[in-house]
C-alpha cells in the first residue's frame, strides 16, 4: 500500500478497533482498488468475529414465486415475464400447496416468497397465499413479499401500508425479505426501476413494518451501473433507518446476473468486487447483526470465502429458485443440509442452523423433519 494509503488505512482500523462509526469518505476508501482486499477483508473479519464470534449460519428452506408475470419492467430482471408471454405462468392453490407439502417433509423451516405483480390478480389472491400456507403448514415461517409488492398491495387495495402489512400479519406472515430495494441513489434507481417503489416507499415499508412487530432483512444488489458511491450511500440510508427502528436482522449483499436481462451487455462483478463488498458492508453497517453471503448469487466458493470477509451467514438449503437462475446463475438448486454443514467447516467456522428470525433450530434425533426453535442465536456468541 502506498504510505498516504496507509496512514488513511490505519486512522480506520483504529476506528474500527475502537467501535466507532465509520463515514461516506471511509467506506468510498475502502472500496478504493489500492486499497487491499486483503487488508479490508481482514478488518471485516474483526468486527464480524466481535459480532458473531466464530459461526456460520445457514437455514432450511425453500422458495415459491406464484407468478413470474408482472406490471413492471426492470432492467436487471431476467424473471417477469409479459402477461400473454408462453413464459409467463400462474401457481394454482394445488400447486401452492404441494410446495408446503414438500416443505415439510424435507424439515424446511422457511418458506421465502415473491413474485411478479401479476396485472390481473387481486390483492386477496397474494394475502390468500399466506392464509393457504399458514393454516395448512402452520409450522413453516412465511418470510413473503418484497417492499415492492407491498406498495403493489397498497396501490390495489387504496389503503395503508400499516393496514397492508396487519392484514397480511393475519393471514400468516411472518417476516419480509429485502428484496426491491436494488440501489436507492435516484441517479441509478431510474435507470434500472423508475416505476416500481421508490427509495422513500420502500425505506417506509421497512420502517413501518418494524413498527408493527415484523422484523425484515435489506439487499443492495451491485455490479452494474452503479460505482462505490452509489453502494456506499445505499448502505449509510440502511444504517440511518435501523438506527431508529432496530428491524433490520440481517444484510444480503446481491451480486447483480446479467444473462437475458436489458443490461445482459454488461459482465458480473468478480469475486474480488464480491468479497470487497461483504466486507464493507459489514464494516460500514455497524448495527445490523448478520451479513449474509447468497450462495445462489455468489457462487459455493466466493461465499465460502466471504465467512472470512465479513459473512456470518451462507442463507439455506434452498429449492425451486428460480429468480437468478433465469438471470444465467449456475449454481445448483439446491444443497444438502450435509454438504452446506461442511462448506461452512471447511471454511474455519462452526456451522448453526438457525430459523427465520435467528433462533437455534432443535431437531428431533430420530425424526429430522420435526423441530422447534429454541435460544435466539446471540446467546452462543
Ligand atoms: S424485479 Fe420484480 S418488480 Fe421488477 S420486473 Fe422483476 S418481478 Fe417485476
Request: overall charge negative; hydrophobic content about 35%.
Amino acid at each position: 500500500m502506498k504510505a498516504e494509503h496507509a496512514a488513511r488505512f490505519r486512522e480506520i482500523r483504529d476506528k474500527v478497533e475502537n467501535q466507532q462509526r465509520l463515514t461516506l469518505d471511509d467506506g468510498l476508501f475502502l472500496y478504493d482498488p489500492e486499497v487491499p482486499l486483503q487488508e479490508v477483508g481482514q478488518l471485516a473479519n474483526l468486527v464480524r468475529e466481535r459480532m458473531n464470534g466464530n459461526v456460520g449460519y445457514f437455514n432450511i428452506n425453500t422458495h415459491l414465486n406464484p407468478t413470474n408475470v408482472c406490471v413492471y419492467r426492470c432492467r436487471f430482471c431476467a424473471f417477469r415475464s409479459d402477461l400473454r408471454d408462453p413464459k409467463g405462468y400462474l401457481m394454482s392453490d394445488e400447486q401452492i400447496l404441494a410446495r408446503g407439502q414438500e416443505a415439510t417433509e424435507n424439515g424446511c423451516t422457511e418458506m421465502h416468497i415473491v413474485g411478479g405483480l401479476h396485472h390481473k390478480q387481486p390483492y386477496e389472491w397474494y394475502r390468500g397465499i399466506i392464509e393457504l400456507l399458514h393454516t395448512n403448514y402452520p409450522q413453516i415461517h412465511l418470510k413473503a413479499w418484497t417492499a415492492v409488492e407491498i406498495n403493489w398491495f397498497e396501490f390495489q387495495t387504496k389503503k395503508t401500508k400499516q393496514w397492508v402489512l396487519q392484514d397480511m400479519q393475519q393471514a400468516g406472515l411472518g417476516s419480509m425479505p429485502g428484496g426491491g430495494a436494488e440501489i436507492f441513489h435516484p441517479e441509478v434507481r431510474d435507470q434500472l426501476c423508475e416505476h416500481k417503489a421508490d427509495t422513500h416507499q420502500w425505506l417506509q415499508i421497512h420502517q413501518t413494518a418494524h413498527e408493527v412487530g415484523l422484523r425484515t432483512n435489506c439487499t443492495m444488489l451491485y455490479g452494474h451501473v452503479e460505482k462505490a458511491y452509489h453502494r456506499i450511500d445505499h448502505l449509510l440510508r440502511l444504517r440511518d433507518l435501523q438506527d431508529k427502528t432496530g428491524g433490520f436482522q440481517v444484510f444480503i449483499p446481491l451480486a447483480f446476473h446479467p444473462e437475458n436481462t436489458k443490461l445482459s451487455d454488461l459482465k458480473k462483478p468478480s469475486a474480488l468486487m464480491d468479497l470487497r463488498t461483504v466486507a464493507v458492508s459489514r464494516l460500514m453497517l455497524d448495527n445490523v447483526q448478520h451479513i449474509k453471503a447468497y450462495w445462489i448469487m455468489l457462487g459455493i466458493e466466493t461465499a465460502q470465502a466471504a465467512l472470512a470477509y465479513g459473512a456470518d451467514d451462507i442463507d439455506g438449503t434452498v429449492r425451486h429458485e428460480l429468480i437468478y437462475h433465469d438471470a444465467g446463475a449456475t449454481t445448483p438448486q439446491s444443497l444438502s443440509v450435509d454438504y452446506i454443514k461442511h462448506l461452512i467447516s471447511e471454511a474455519g467456522r462452526d456451522p448453526i442452523e438457525r430459523d427465520t428470525v435467528y433462533n437455534h433450530v432443535v431437531r428431533d434425533q430420530q425424526d429430522f423433519t420435526r423441530w422447534s426453535s429454541g435460544e435466539p442465536v446471540g446467546a452462543s456468541v
